[in-house]
């Protein structure tokens, strides 16, 4: 997995120049121009097809980009006022997104690097961005980083400057898209005012649900405006071929962060619900709201869920059974037979030590873990402990040996079965498949078949996480782990929520601060606040081993206990999960473990996402999977979804099979513990309960 920095850690960070600086010269970096940390394009000698220099003497793009900054400006703080000094450069030149081509050149894309640190030094609207966003209160509940979008926006409006006759074109659409937009707006309104019916306009979009934002035709027009600048921002210079492809995802998710932030939704004078609200309440609900957003600083996050309605023991993760084993990273759980004869071969779960264990057993309408303990199987689960600062030294292969390694000893002990059936979730699958190939070198067979639920090897393709896990922002988690001994749960809570920002970030402002309503009490957002920390060592070396060097796929590469890791020697019968809308793991990113590995690898994807994929009770009938069937692999994921069959339902029940069929036969339930390992506490355990 990976990190976004926190708000305390930012206001630490080099300036924008400096960090511009550095990332232009680290090696293996995209040219200048295309970087989302800020830098301009190199050389101001580029000439157009009539062989004159580009964008000389060439007026700025139409209003948009003026129209978002200056939204910005008045919206988020008001960059001028706000920091004693005027909306132009400090020597009285203009802002950045105001200047034209020649004066561009003059200033930044023949300068060097000092001629570009002046010159950002000179300008509030760069200068001061960190400064600006570190004076409005919501920093400390808002991760959004205004710096990195202002950088994305910023070159946008440089690659405009190449071709300002597609620039002009693409800005004259935007007018006419706003007028028409605008007009059929009032058309509609004048339509119902005469008792003509009009169709209702396409939703789909959470924020304009309230009925005014279809039916008042100012509203309408409002929001209508904002969508279409949005999709024009989105668009504006970066469908050209020459941009490369994981520089454009970056700065489209920068953008997107942008445009989201300044939804008129979020503004209590443009959002018809919040002010109804007020109304209603004589002013109730902003009194509410101010206290919601007091009571979110004090505790320096974002409230996104009611955290005394749950509680891991009480009505999360109550799946009866005991805590059998524990050493100084895991505590493991054996949960109580509920059947009176169970599988031969037990089940042993690797969830992700980045989260706590309970997804996989939350309440019992959506428990896997009852759920396999009702099918007939004795099921086993690692829970980690939350690291501290006094854990900083523990490696990754510290986890693997107190994890999956310890843990196959004392289910193998107290089951008395050879083998172990092994479950690797997310990055709990990454550390499985290392372990599978230290004992297939070992010639150990401990564990007979494996199970990957949205699990990655290679990381060539990481999802929408690949914008927090470049190079700086590696050095730079590493910097903070070096100061505190680890990485703090809040780091990887806010890059979660950015990549929902809608969702998880500003639904949670429009609901606490501007309607001054409470948090929702919702198991799943519950789980998803009550994160871990990472220890310093072993975070360290897996973010430098799989999301920046990607050597997992490289035979040899990585060493465990002196033993190189080689994915090829694995020969295990593997059954594998992807989600078709995972963000984190890429549903082709987890089909990439068929090619991998030696043995037969059964491949399914199911619908939704990285949670909601995974955790899809049957009894609740809902979702699909597809799965390809037959001995031959497919040689793209692309071929294999063709082929692949679609079934509705959970894959949940395909597994249950495959599990029974790699399980041997039916014999009584062993004891819950034994003499070598007797019971220490109830499930869930300590470690889960560790803040």
């Not at 930044?108 to 409005?136: C, H, T, Y």
């Not at 690291?387 to 843990?407: R, V």
Request: proline share 6%.
């Amino acid at each position: 997995m990976a990190t976004m920095k926190s708000d305390e850690t930012r206001r630490k960070r080099p300036p924008a120049a400096k960090r511009a600086v550095e990332a232009s010269e680290s090696p293996g970096r995209p040219a200048p121009e295309q970087t989302s940390q800020g830098q301009a394009p190199q050389g101001s000698g580029r000439q157009d097809d009539a062989g004159q220099p580009a964008g000389m003497g060439i007026p700025t793009p139409e209003a948009a980009l003026g129209l978002w900054m200056s939204w910005m400006s008045q919206n988020v703080g008001g960059m001028g006022n706000m920091m004693g000094a005027p909306a132009t450069g400090g020597d009285g030149a203009q802002p950045w997104w105001a200047m034209n081509a020649d004066a561009l050149s003059g200033t930044l894309l023949a300068s060097g690097v000092e001629q570009f640190q002046r010159f950002v030094a000179s300008d509030p609207m760069l200068a001061s961005i960190d400064k600006v966003w570190n004076a409005n209160p919501l920093r400390e509940v808002i991760p959004v980083d205004w710096a990195e979008a202002v950088r994305a926006l910023r070159i946008v409006w440089l690659r405009s400057l190449r071709d300002p006759a597609k620039t002009l074109t693409r800005s004259a659409e935007l007018n006419m898209q706003i007028w028409t937009s605008a007009v059929e707006a009032w058309n509609a309104a004048g339509a119902r005012w005469w008792g003509v019916a009009s169709g209702a306009p396409a939703g789909g979009d959470k924020r304009f649900d309230a009925p005014e934002w279809h039916s008042n035709p100012v509203y309408r027009t409002l929001k209508e405006m904002y969508l279409l600048a949005s999709d024009f921002l989105l668009r504006q210079g970066l469908e050209d071929n020459d941009m490369d492809p994981q520089e454009r995802e970056r700065i489209t998710f920068h953008l997107r962060q942008f445009v989201d932030a300044m939804s008129p939704s979020l503004l209590l004078l443009s959002n018809p619900v919040a002010l109804r609200r007020a109304m209603e309440t004589g002013g109730a609900s902003l009194a509410d709201g101010a206290r919601n957003l007091l009571h979110d600083l004090r505790e320096g996050r974002l409230s996104m869920v009611d955290a005394t309605a749950f509680e891991p023991g009480r009505n999360l993760a109550v799946t009866k059974g005991k805590v059998v084993y524990r050493n100084r990273l895991i505590e493991l759980i054996q949960y109580s037979p509920t059947t009176e004869q169970v599988q031969e071969v037990p089940i042993l779960f690797m969830p992700p030590w980045i989260n706590k264990f309970y997804i996989l057993d939350m309440q019992p309408k959506n428990s896997m873990v009852k759920y396999l303990v009702d099918q007939g199987f004795t099921v086993f689960m690692v829970s980690w402990k939350n690291p501290d600062a006094s854990m900083e030294d523990i490696t990754f292969e510290d986890y693997m040996n107190l994890g999956p390694l310890a843990a196959a000893d004392v289910v193998r002990d107290i089951t008395g079965s050879k083998t172990v059936n092994p479950v690797g979730y997310c990055i709990g699958g990454t550390l499985l498949a290392m372990t599978l190939s230290y004992l297939a070198d070992k010639g150990d067979k401990r564990f007979g078949t494996a199970t990957f639920m949205v699990s990655m090897q290679d990381f060539s393709r990481v999802g929408d996480t690949a914008f927090f896990m470049d190079e700086p922002q590696i050095d730079f988690i590493e910097q903070q782990m070096m100061e505190r001994g680890y990485l703090d749960s809040r780091e990887m809570a806010n890059m979660f929520n950015l990549l929902r920002s809608n969702d998880l970030i500003w639904s949670n402002v429009v609901n606490n601060y501007l309607l001054g309503g409470k948090p929702p009490a919702f198991d799943l957002l519950y789980w998803n606040s009550d994160g871990t920390r990472m220890a310093r060592a072993a975070h360290s070396w897996y973010l430098r081993n799989t999301y920046v060097e990607n050597n997992l796929i490289k035979p040899g590469k990585i060493q465990l206990g002196g033993v190189p890791i080689d994915l090829g020697r694995i020969k295990l019968d593997i059954y594998a999960v992807g989600a078709e809308k995972d963000h984190i793991v890429p549903w082709n990113s987890a089909w990439r473990i068929t090619q991998l590995t030696g043995g037969k690898v059964r491949f399914v994807m199911a619908t939704s996402g990285h949670i909601a994929g995974i955790i899809n009770h049957p009894a609740g009938k809902k979702g699909s999977y597809w799965v390809l069937e037959g001995e031959k692999p497919a040689e793209s994921p692309e071929k294999w979804l063709e082929a692949a069959e679609r079934n509705d339902g959970s894959w949940w029940t395909d597994w249950n099979r495959w599990l029974v069929a790699h399980s041997g036969s039916k014999v009584a339930p062993p004891p819950v513990g034994n003499a070598n390992h007797p019971a220490l506490c109830d499930a869930p355990g300590t470690y889960v309960l560790e803040k």
